[in-house]
C-alpha cells in the first residue's frame, strides 16, 4: 500500500511538471504578441518589462537575503556582463518583430542553442558529436531558406531575420555566463541582479537615445506588465525552477515549442499569415535543434588535441 502510494504521489508529481512546463511554453510565446501590440519603442518595453519583473520579486528579497550580495568582484563584473548580454537580445529580437514575422523572427531564435555550443567550444573546449553537428547543419540550413524566402519579400525583412540572429547569439552568451555563475550562485539572486542590470543598461540606452520615460498609455503599461508576468515569470523564470525536478535537455525543449505556438497565436491574434517557405523551413530549423538537443552529449577536448 505504501509503494502504491509512493507511486501515485509521484505519477502526480510528474504531471504537475509537465502541465508547469506547458505554461511556460504557452508565457513565453506570448511575448512576441505582447511587443507588436504596443506602440512604444523596444527598448522602453524591454526595459520596463524587466524593472517591473524585479519590482514583482521585490518582496521576496528579504527572505533571500543571505544569497543576495555575497559576491566577489569577478562574480559582480559576470552578472553585470551577463545582464547587459540580456539587454542586447531583448532590444535585437524585439525590433527584429517590427520588420520581419513572428514566424521568423521566432523560429530564428531557437538557433541559441547552436550558438552555445559554438561558445562552450571557445571558451571550455567542449566540442560536439556527430549528431551534433548534424542537427546543426540542417537547423542553419533551414534558416538560410527563410532568410533567402524574407530578401525576396523585402531587405526589411531580411534585416530583420538578421537582428533575430544576433539576438540568438546574444542570449547565448547570457546562457553560458549564467552557466558559470549558476554553479555558486542561486537562481533566485542570479535572476534579479541580471534581470536589475539588464533593465538598467537598457535605461542608460534609451537617457541616451532620448526616449521617453513616462507619458504612456494604460494600455502600454498594461502591455509592460503582461511582459512581466507572462512570458518571464511564467516562462523562463518558471523554467529555472523546473530545472531543479526535469533534466536540462528537456527544458531545454521549450525553444521548440515557442515559435510553434508564437506563429498560431500571431496568425489568430494579429492576423499574419504562414507562408509555405516559412513552415517549410521552420520545420527544417525545428528539426535540426531537436536533433541538436536530443543527441547533444557535450565532451572536453583533451590538451593533446588541443595543441595539435
Partial sequence: ?????????????IGTHELLFIIGIIGISFSSIFVRWSEADVAVIAMYRLYLTNLLLLPFVWKQREHMFHFSAKQWSLLALSGVMLALHFLLWMASLRLTTVASSTVILTLEPVFVMVGSYVLFRTKANRMML???GIALAGSVVIGSSDFA??????????????GAAAVAAHMLIGKELRKEVSAFAYNFWVFLMAASSLAVYNLAAGN????YSNKEWGIFLLLAIVPTLFGHYLFNWL???MKAAAVSMSVLGE??????????????????????????????VWIFIRYGKETKVSPSKTNA
Fill in 1 to 13: 500500500m505504501e509503494s502504491a502510494h509512493h507511486l501515485q504521489r509521484n505519477t502526480k508529481l
Fill in 134 to 136: 548534424l542537427g546543426m
Fill in 153 to 166: 519579400l523585402s531587405r526589411e525583412a531580411l534585416f530583420g531575420d538578421f537582428l533575430s540572429l544576433l
Fill in 212 to 215: 521617453a520615460f513616462g507619458g
Fill in 243 to 245: 530545472l531543479q525536478y
Fill in 259 to 288: 515559435p510553434v505556438i508564437a506563429s498560431l497565436l500571431a496568425w489568430m491574434l494579429l492576423e499574419e499569415p504562414l507562408n509555405g517557405y516559412q513552415l517549410g523551413a521552420g520545420m527544417f530549423i525545428l528539426l535540426g
